[in-house]
C-alpha cells in the first residue's frame, strides 16, 4: 500500500488532510507527518514514503528546501506542494525541483483526489520500470557468473535474454548503449582480471564507436560481435586448462586413493562446477570419477595381496581406504569375480605349479 507523510506548519491542515485521504482513497496510508521542515526531513528519512504533501511556506526550513534536502540523500518519492494563491513563484521554483503535484489553498477533496490519482499512476509507472530494472539487472548477472565461471555453453541464449529484458526497460537507444556498454566493460574487465600475467593484450570496446549506431538493431550486432569474440577466448582459454586439471586430478588421486577424495571437494579445490567437472572428467578419462576411482582402489588391493606372502585382506582394506571390510570384499568381488580370499589362493596356486 502507498505511504504518505504530510509537512505542515498548521495542525489543522495536517489533520484535515488526513481525513480527507482515509475518506477518499483507502489504497493509501499516512505513516507519518511534522508540523516543520526540520522534523519534516527526519520523518521523511525515516519512513521512506511513496508520497510526501509539504506546504511550501514554514518557519525554519521551508518545503522547497526540505524538498532540496531529500533530493540530496537520493530518497525517491513523490513530492506535492501546498501553496496559498500569493505564492506562484515559489510553485515555479518547485517545479524545477521536480515537484510533481500542486495543491492550491484552500484544501478542498477533490484537489486531494485528483493528487492522489496522478501518485497512483506514477507509482504503478515507477513500479513496472523498476520491475522490469530488476530483471534486467538479474539477466546481465546472470551473464556476467558466466565470464567468472568460465562457462561458455549456451552463452548466444543468455545474451538474447539480456538484450531482451533491457529492452523492456531502457526507454531509448541512447539509454541502451550505455547499458549495454557498462556491461561489455563489466565482462571484459572480468576476463583480463582472472587472466592478470598472460600474454594477452587487453582490448575495451570505444564508447565512441557505440555513440555511432544508431538503431538498436545496430547496437545488437556490434554486442553480438563482442560478445561472441569473448566466450570464443574463454573456451579457448577452458580448453587449454581442461587437460592441465584433469591430470592434476589423477595425480592427486594416485597419491591419496586412501583417502575420501569426492568430487565435490575436488570441484571446490579447482574452482569449477561439479557436475561441469563430472562430465569434463567422464569425457577425459572415459569412465566416471566414482568408476574410476574404485577401479584404482581395487588395482591397488591387489598389489597388496600379492606383495610378498601378500598382506591380510583386512588389513588391505584398510590401506585402501575402505574402513568397512565386508563392503570392500564386496566391491572386490564385483570387480574381480572372486573374493581377497580367493585372488591370494589362486595366485599363491600359480606360483606353487611354477
Known amino acids: 500500500m502507498p505511504t ?29 507527518f511534522a508540523y516543520n521542515g526540520i522534523d519534516g526531513v527526519k520523518e521523511i528519512m525515516e519512513k521512506q514514503p511513496d508520497i510526501v504533501i509539504t506546504d511550501i511556506r514554514m518557519p525554519g526550513m521551508s518545503g522547497l528546501e526540505l524538498i532540496e534536502k531529500i533530493n540530496e540523500s537520493a530518497v525517491e518519492t513523490i513530492f506535492v506542494v501546498l501553496s496559498g494563491h500569493q505564492e506562484f513563484e515559489y510553485a515555479r521554483k518547485a517545479l524545477n525541483l521536480n515537484v510533481r503535484g500542486y495543491i492550491d489553498k484552500p484544501i478542498t477533496i477533490e484537489k486531494v483526489r485528483e493528487i492522489l490519482d496522478m501518485a497512483m499512476s506514477e507509482i504503478r509507472i515507477r513500479s513496472g520500470n523498476m520491475e522490469r530494472k530488476n530483471k534486467y539487472q538479474k539477466r546481465s548477472n546472470q551473464l556476467i557468473h558466466m565470464i567468472e565461471q568460465g562457462n561458455y555453453e549456451k552463452y ?67 554486442v553480438h560481435t563482442l560478445f561472441t569474440t ?16 584433469v591430470k592434476a586430478i589423477l595425480a592427486q588421486i594416485q597419491q591419496n586413493y586412501h583417502l575420501d577424495i569426492g568430487l565435490a571437494e575436488l570441484a571446490d579445490k579447482y574452482d569449477m562446477n561439479p557436475a561441469y567437472l563430472s562430465n569434463l572428467f567422464k569425457e577425459e578419462v572415459g569412465i566416471s570419477y566414482v568408476k574410476y576411482f574404485t577401479k584404482l582402489r581395487m588395482e591397488k588391493a591387489k598389489e597388496l595381496l600379492i606383495e610378498g606372502n601378500g598382506k591380510k585382506v583386512a588389513k588391505v582394506s584398510e590401506l585402501v581406504g575402505y574402513s568397512n571390510y565386508r563392503y570392500f570384499c564386496d566391491i572386490f568381488k564385483k570387480h574381480t569375480g572372486q573374493t581377497p580370499n580367493e585372488y591370494k589362493k589362486l595366485l599363491n596356486r600359480g606360483n606353487q605349479d611354477e
Open 4 to 32: 504518505i507523510v504530510i509537512v505542515d506548519d498548521e495542525y489543522i491542515v495536517v489533520e484535515g488532510i488526513k481525513a480527507m485521504i482515509a475518506r477518499e482513497n483507502a489504497d493509501f496510508t499516512v505513516v507519518g
Open 156 to 222: 548466444s541464449e543468455a545474451l538474447f535474454e539480456v538484450l531482451k529484458t533491457l529492452k523492456a526497460y531502457a526507454d531509448n537507444t541512447q539509454e541502451y548503449k550505455k547499458e549495454i556498454y557498462k556491461l561489455l566493460c563489466m565482462g571484459m574487465g572480468i576476463y583480463y582480471e582472472q587472466r592478470k600475467g598472460l600474454s594477452e593484450e587487453e582490448h575495451f570496446p570505444s564508447y565512441a564507436n557505440m555513440e555511432r549506431l544508431a538503431t538498436f538493431e545496430e547496437v545488437d550486432e556490434l
Open 230 to 245: 569473448l566466450f570464443r577466448k574463454i573456451r579457448e582459454n577452458s580448453m587449454g586448462n581442461i587437460h592441465r586439471t
